[in-house]
């Protein structure tokens, strides 16, 4: 199924309106991204359960690995340096971790909570390379950041 940005933007807001649970929000995320777009072939977070670590949260495609120290992958870096990843060549991305060998690009975004604490990141990967683009980018900060504000616990 594809669906516009802006239908999948619609699907989940009203999905989610009035919940504040991170990991019912999360994985309401995963699956209407992961069947709204055709290339996006892996969707799921990555949470903060301690310092300097990630762990698998919901997700949708094929088994994602179980952990990510800050200093590994593209969730690793995205996570420590604090900003938003786009990886259009996974291959040329230093430490990248291949759950999947199909993955060709990746999109890694940081959620917030309402008090500001990050709490997750969201990597959409691709099958096909350099398939994320600015708009892709923007919408997924924009819905990661409204729903995630949603979070209070
Ligand atoms: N590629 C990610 C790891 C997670 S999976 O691909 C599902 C990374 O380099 O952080």
Redo the contacts with the bound molecule.
């Keep these: 199924m594809t669906l516009t940005l802006d239908e999948i933007r619609g699907r989940v807001l009203a999905l989610c309106e009035g919940e504040d649970d991170a990991i019912a929000l999360m994985a309401t995320m995963a699956t209407e991204l992961f069947h709204g777009v055709d290339g996006f072939d ?1 969707v ?1 977070f ?1 949470r903060v359960t301690a310092p300097g670590m990630l762990k698998i949260g919901p ?1 949708q ?2 088994h ?2 179980l952990q ?1 120290p800050f200093d ?7 996570a420590s340096r604090e900003t938003t990843l786009r990886v259009d060549d ?1 291959d040329a ?1 230093p ?6 060998a199909s ?1 060709k690009s ?1 999109l ?1 975004v940081r959620g917030f909570d309402a008090s500001g604490t990050l709490i997750a990141v969201l ?1 959409l ?1 691709s099958d096909t390379p350099a398939f994320f683009t600015a708009a892709h980018q923007e919408f997924i900060e924009n819905l990661v950041a409204d729903v995630f504000g949603q979070i209070t616990a």
Excluded: L, N, P, Q
């Excluded at 590994?72 to 995205?78: E, K, L």
């Excluded at 430490?95 to 999947?100: K, S, T, V």
């Design positions: 892996w799921g990555y997700y495609g094929g994602g690995c990510i590994r992958g593209v969730c690793g870096a995205s996974v991305f430490g990248h971790i291949a759950c999947a993955t990746e890694v990597d990967d």
